[in-house]
């Protein structure tokens, strides 16, 4: 089942504004990360931000994680057409096995508009 | 070098068929692990490889599913009796396992599985 839930399902904005998606999660957490999905290049890896951190960035990304809370944001900055995907968070929960599968929520479907 | 690999790309089976799908993880990762992705869904956990040991196959859905890695490098997920709910994207994944701290997963294109 999926843990977390993106809000919102779908984002449509001007290139070059702030894109800004959030996530929320149900259980306690090791990390949450963020991948984008597009048609092009399949999932990928954006950011990796550990439950003892709050914020963190890479280049035009931000991410923050409030565990009180149980909900993490994704900013994007200056938004291009290539932005133009699917975001998910995703959960891991570090059980001493050495890896686990991640939890992903259902996505946020993002358009930039040139 | 080369990222996660898959193959077919795209299957189309009849209900009731076996399928296999390949993943090829990138070399060295010790670590493997298999996704479900439903259209406009999320990815769901499905199984996971340490080497050739299974660790954890908690999210197979039905004992049609089965996986393995034996040789602890390529890994195939077989779908026996295929139903039409099990139409999906599959994505194989692959990681650097370092022993305590959690890596990123590299994921492959996915097999578009279509059940007819």
């Known amino acids: 089942s999926q843990q977390g839930e993106e809000d919102p399902q779908a984002l449509s904005i001007q290139e070059g504004e702030n894109a800004t998606m959030n996530c929320s999660y149900k259980?306690?957490?090791?990390?949450l990360q963020w991948y984008r999905q597009n048609s092009g290049r399949g999932l990928v890896h954006l950011i990796l931000?550990?439950?003892?951190?709050r914020e963190k960035h890479s280049g035009r990304l931000r991410v923050t994680l409030d565990t009180s809370k149980k909900s993490s944001s994704l900013l994007i900055t200056a938004s291009r057409a290539a932005d133009t995907a699917s975001y998910f968070c995703?959960?891991?929960?570090?059980?001493?096995?050495?890896?686990?599968?991640?939890?992903f929520g259902k996505g946020t479907h993002l358009i930039i508009q040139p | 070098g080369a990222g996660v690999s898959q193959s077919p790309r795209y299957k189309v089976a009849k209900r009731g068929q076996d399928v296999a799908l390949r993943c090829d993880p990138i070399?060295?990762?010790?670590?493997l692990f298999w996704y479900q992705q439903a259209l406009g869904q999320g990815p769901e956990f499905l199984t996971y490889?340490?080497?050739?040991?299974?660790?954890?196959k908690s999210g197979l859905p039905s004992d049609r599913f089965f996986a393995e890695r034996p040789e602890g490098s390529v890994s195939t997920l077989k779908i026996q009796r295929t139903q039409q709910e099990d139409s999906a994207v599959y994505l194989c994944?692959?990681?650097?396992?370092?022993?305590?701290?959690?890596?990123?997963?590299?994921f492959g294109p996915g097999t578009r599985l279509t059940v007819l």
């Open positions: 994944a692959s990681s650097f396992f370092s022993g305590v701290i959690y890596n990123e997963q590299f």
């Open positions: 259980t306690s957490i090791n990390n």
């Open positions: 931000i550990r439950s003892n951190e």
């Open positions: 995703a959960t891991a929960k570090y059980s001493g096995g050495g890896a686990d599968g991640l939890t």
């Open positions: 070399s060295g990762h010790v670590s």
């Open positions: 490889f340490q080497n050739e040991a299974q660790l954890d």
